[in-house]
């Protein structure tokens, strides 16, 4: 192998699995060939790694996202084409012996800065120091103002500003989070988590919305089987919007880090039949989200998050 890619261009170019009814489960497939494939072609003395762009659609749309690198070597160029330049470029390999490319990429990077988590909160009337976090986050990728990975930001100031219409007094404490950094390395849910200001507050539970606006199909939460039927026993408030399960699984990158202090995390999951063919491109722009989705994604958190402060787990 490493004779064969010593001095060349690695290309991936596994397409996403179409067959799935989860377009998530497809893309977290292939989520690590992007994350960690041009540290494996870079071992191997590879010169560039490019990869077809994660979407099942057939376009000209480059899809960003996160690549790690080693602390210890020096990265290689890394980047991603459309699924359509793919094809071209797998059959032009497929019929010449000697293909030659050209990249030509502009990106660098920038020093740290110090940013923020944006926070606000409805201060629980009987036990203000148990928290019910909602959740998305606010950083996305440069090629556009990533309106649908950002729509879990609307969310949760939509829960908040929700139970305050309905004149609501939540006994614990609803906190509203717009981590700040998920998409290179999550350092905003983890400094919160962390941070000496926890001290003293109790997390019962954290939900994040982070696969865009779309239609609420369920939630999936990453607890044991006893508070998963805590949770389970409120189905039927949802069963008019829709949304017909909650069932064991993952919470969200986000609120990952405050499991460990014991959190239950929930993930809202939308139908993200769409959400592929727009993630991290150019086009997940405001005109691509559609307002009455996304009021039915605001409503399913503001159910969740109400309860679960009047109720806990
Ligand atoms: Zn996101």
Redesign the pocket.
Known sequence: MKDKVKGKIVFMNKPMERTYKLTLRAYFENAGLRYRGSIEAAQLGAVAFLLRSLTTRDNDLCHTGGTARRDDADPIPAGSISTKDADLLSALLKKESNVNLFLKFNCKFLTDITSYNVIGQITGTEKPDEIIVVAG?LD?WDVSVGAH?GAGCVHSIEVLRLIKEAGLKPKRTIRAIMFMN?EWGGSGGKEYAQSENRKGETHIAAIES?LGGFMPLGFTVKANETQVASIQKWQYLFEDLGMHWIKPGWGGTDIESLEEYGTVTIGLIPDTQKYFDIHHTKIDVLEQVNPRELEFGAIAMTILSYVLAQEGI
């Open positions: 986050h996305s990975d998920e982070d």
